[in-house]
C-alpha cells in the first residue's frame, strides 16, 4: 500500500474553546495536486495551518511519509519539506522581489540550485524578474500572489500548501495562476494542497478534492468525477438555484471514485 505523502486523520483544531475543525481526514499523495474546497469560515485555512505547523491540534494526527509531525514548530515543519503560501500572500512589502524569493530559500545550503530555481521561478513568472529590484509592496494583487508562490517554490519544498491562490484576483489572472500551478505539478514535479473557492478552476487543476463544511468534511472523490455532482454545481458553481447556494448542510460525508 503507497503511502501517502501527507495525511491527516481525525484531526481537530480550536481557537481558544472554539472548535474550528473536527474530525478532520484527508490524504495527498506523491505528485498529486489535492484541492480542499468550502465557503468562508469552512476550516479551510485552518486545514493547512494545522499541516503545517502553524496551529496545534488538540486531538488526530498530521502524518508525513507516515510519521507524525502534529505540533511542531512551524520551522522544524519546513525544514521536513512542507511550504506554506498563506490566504493574502503575506511577501515581506519592504524587500524587493528578489530578496523575497531569497527569503524562501534561507534554509537551503546548495547554492548553485538555489541559482537554477531563482531562474525556474522567473522562467514560470517573467513580470518577476522584470521587477525583481522593486519592492513587494508596490506590486499588484496579482503579482504578489506570484510572488509568494515563487517563494514557496524557492524553499524547495516536497509539499506545497496554497491558501486561496484565486483570492482577489481577476478572471484572466485567476486563468494564469491556475495554469501555473498546474505547470508546476506536472513539470516540476511538485505536491501541491490547495484551498479554494473557486471550485470550477481548483478542480480543473487538481486530481482529487475534498468539500469542507462547518469544521468538516462532508465530500471527496476525484475532480472530474466532483465536476459533475449536483451538489458541486449547485452550490459551488452555481448551475441551478442561485437563491439556496450555501444554505444547504450535508447529513453525511459523500465520497465518489
Same mark, same amino acid.
Do not use: C
Given at each position: 500500500?503507497?503511502?501517502?505523502?501527507?495525511?491527516?486523520?481525525? /484531526?481537530?483544531?480550536?481557537?481558544?474553546?472554539?472548535?474550528?475543525?473536527?474530525?478532520?481526514?484527508?490524504?495527498?499523495?506523491?505528485?498529486?495536486?489535492?484541492?480542499?474546497?468550502? #465557503?468562508?469560515?469552512?476550516?479551510?485555512?485552518?486545514?493547512?495551518?494545522?499541516?503545517?505547523?502553524?496551529?496545534?491540534?488538540?486531538?488526530?494526527?498530521?502524518?508525513?511519509?507516515?510519521?507524525?509531525?502534529?505540533?511542531?514548530?512551524?520551522?522544524?515543519? #519546513?525544514?521536513?519539506?512542507? #511550504?506554506?503560501?498563506?490566504?493574502?500572500?503575506?511577501?515581506?512589502?519592504?524587500?524587493?522581489?528578489?530578496?523575497?524569493?531569497?527569503?524562501?530559500? *534561507?534554509?537551503?545550503?546548495?547554492?548553485?540550485?538555489?541559482?537554477?530555481?531563482?531562474?525556474?521561478? %522567473?522562467? %514560470? *513568472?517573467?513580470?518577476?524578474?522584470?521587477?525583481?529590484?522593486?519592492?513587494?509592496?508596490?506590486?499588484?494583487?496579482?503579482?504578489?500572489?506570484?510572488?509568494?508562490?515563487?517563494?514557496? %517554490?524557492?524553499?524547495?519544498?516536497?509539499?506545497?500548501?496554497?491558501?486561496?491562490?484565486?483570492?482577489?484576483?481577476?478572471? #484572466?489572472?485567476?486563468?494564469? /495562476? *491556475?495554469? /501555473?500551478?498546474?505547470?508546476?505539478?506536472?513539470?516540476?514535479?511538485?505536491?501541491?494542497?490547495?484551498?479554494?473557492?473557486?471550485?470550477?478552476?481548483?478542480?480543473?487543476?487538481?486530481? +482529487?478534492?475534498?468539500?469542507?463544511?462547518?469544521?468538516?468534511?462532508?465530500?471527496?472523490?476525484?475532480?472530474?468525477?466532483?465536476?459533475?455532482?449536483?451538489? /458541486? +454545481?449547485? *452550490?459551488?458553481?452555481?448551475?441551478?438555484?442561485?437563491?439556496?447556494?450555501?444554505?444547504?448542510?450535508?447529513?453525511?460525508?459523500?465520497?465518489?471514485?
Amino acid at each position: 500500500m503507497t503511502v501517502p505523502l501527507l495525511e491527516l486523520r481525525n /484531526i481537530e483544531t480550536f481557537y481558544g474553546p472554539i472548535m474550528a475543525i473536527r474530525g478532520v481526514s484527508l490524504k495527498v499523495l506523491e505528485g498529486e495536486v489535492v484541492t480542499v474546497l468550502g #465557503a468562508n469560515g469552512a476550516g479551510k485555512t485552518t486545514l493547512l495551518k494545522t499541516a503545517s505547523g502553524a496551529l496545534d491540534s488538540r486531538k488526530g494526527q498530521v502524518l508525513l511519509d507516515g510519521n507524525e509531525i502534529q505540533n511542531r514548530d512551524p520551522d522544524w515543519v #519546513a525544514r521536513q519539506g512542507i #511550504a506554506h503560501v498563506p490566504e493574502g500572500r503575506e511577501v515581506f512589502p519592504l524587500l524587493s522581489v528578489a530578496d523575497n524569493l531569497a527569503m524562501g530559500a *534561507f534554509n537551503r545550503a546548495d547554492k548553485d540550485a538555489v541559482a537554477k530555481d531563482l531562474e525556474t521561478v %522567473y522562467d %514560470y *513568472f517573467p513580470v518577476l524578474r522584470k521587477l525583481s529590484g522593486k519592492l513587494a509592496v508596490y506590486l499588484s494583487g496579482g503579482q504578489q500572489q506570484m510572488l509568494a508562490i515563487g517563494r514557496g %517554490y524557492m524553499a524547495k519544498p516536497r509539499l506545497l500548501l496554497l491558501d486561496e491562490p484565486s483570492l482577489g484576483l481577476s478572471p #484572466a489572472l485567476v486563468g494564469e /495562476i *491556475f495554469a /501555473i500551478i498546474q505547470k508546476l505539478n506536472q513539470e516540476q514535479g511538485l505536491t501541491i494542497l490547495l484551498v479554494e473557492q473557486n471550485a470550477n478552476a481548483a478542480l480543473r487543476a487538481s486530481q +482529487r478534492g475534498y468539500v469542507m463544511e462547518v469544521g468538516g468534511m462532508v465530500m471527496d472523490g476525484d475532480s472530474d468525477v466532483l465536476l459533475q455532482s449536483d451538489d /458541486i +454545481r449547485e *452550490f459551488y458553481l452555481g448551475k441551478k438555484d442561485e437563491g439556496v447556494r450555501g444554505r444547504r448542510r450535508w447529513k453525511k460525508r459523500k465520497t465518489w471514485r
